[in-house]
């Protein structure tokens, strides 16, 4: 924060505890009577912030940069500064196989390639799946029959209101890339394995990629194989039938041997 005049402030005046009432959401019995015993923020929690003024510096199609004079909750004023963005939708893209699309692509501002998956701006009178499946096929060349997820996370809470809406895509049928002039992208596919050690070692570092592969690996996992992957793995048999299995082959080794074939006494 900066206080009117362009300085950085810091309040060193003790900011009063939240109120009784603002601390509910969050209290033991509360928490057991949430799903999963989670604690939520509930949307009608006032804000201790207040807006005395908002002024516009920049604007265009693609963002705006604001200045808003606010005060702040433990008295005084100053400025914060907020930049407007569209939202975006990003999809994970799974191939029947369990691979998982990856893009390599180069970005501008930090002057280097990166690996994603495919994500873009929510355009006017589209839904965030819409806007998914569309980027999918842009980026990737591929179009997914079907999205799991749009749950939504604040990737720049500090200075934009910007949301994301992350989805994972199944069923994926070969489409039409159509990549604009400033983009430059290779599209890949890996194993989930591999993917979840480009992450854990620093190879994946875009930040919109790396929070949908986390919600897709936390909620998903690598799932259960599907089409050719599902037809070359080798089938485990259940518990009673590893048994069973077991018993039989010692009968028929006893069999074959002149020893008793008497059933074991293990359930």
Do not use: N
């Not at 009117?4 to 402030?9: A, F, I, Q, S, W």
């Not at 049928?173 to 890996?190: Q, S, W």
């Not at 998903?220 to 039989?248: D, L």
């Amino acid at each position: 924060m900066e206080d009117e005049k362009g300085r950085r402030l810091t309040d060193t005046r003790k900011t009063p505890g939240p109120k009784k009432e603002e601390m509910a959401p969050f209290s033991a019995g509360s928490a057991r009577r949430l799903r999963g015993g989670v604690p939520r923020i509930p949307a009608s929690m006032p804000g201790p912030y207040r807006t005395l003024r908002v002024e516009r510096l920049y604007a265009s199609e693609h963002c705006v940069l604001r200045r808003d004079r606010v005060a702040f909750p433990g008295g005084g004023r100053g400025v914060h500064h907020v930049i407007e963005i569209p939202d975006a939708a990003v999809v994970v893209p799974v191939l029947d196989d369990g691979r998982v699309v990856l893009l390599r692509q180069y970005r501008y501002a930090p002057a280097r390639y990166l690996w994603e998956v495919p994500a873009g701006r929510i355009g006017p009178g589209e839904t965030a799946r819409e806007a998914a499946r569309r980027e999918c096929e842009e980026e990737a060349g591929w179009r997914p029959r079907r999205l799991e997820g749009g749950d939504l996370y604040y990737p720049l809470a500090g200075i934009s209101s910007h949301r994301a809406f992350t989805f994972v895509g199944r069923r994926l049928v070969r489409g039409r890339t159509d990549h604009e002039r400033t983009e430059a992208i290779e599209v890949h596919a890996f194993a989930p394995r591999v993917v979840r050690r480009m992450i854990r070692i620093g190879e994946i570092r875009e930040g919109f990629s790396i929070a949908a592969l986390a919600r897709f690996f936390l909620g998903e996992g690598t799932g259960p194989p599907t089409s050719a992957a599902s037809r070359g793995a080798r089938r485990v048999p259940k518990p009673g039938r590893r048994r069973a299995a077991r018993r039989g082959a010692r009968g028929s080794r006893r069999a074959s041997s002149g020893g008793s074939s008497r059933p074991s006494s293990r359930p």
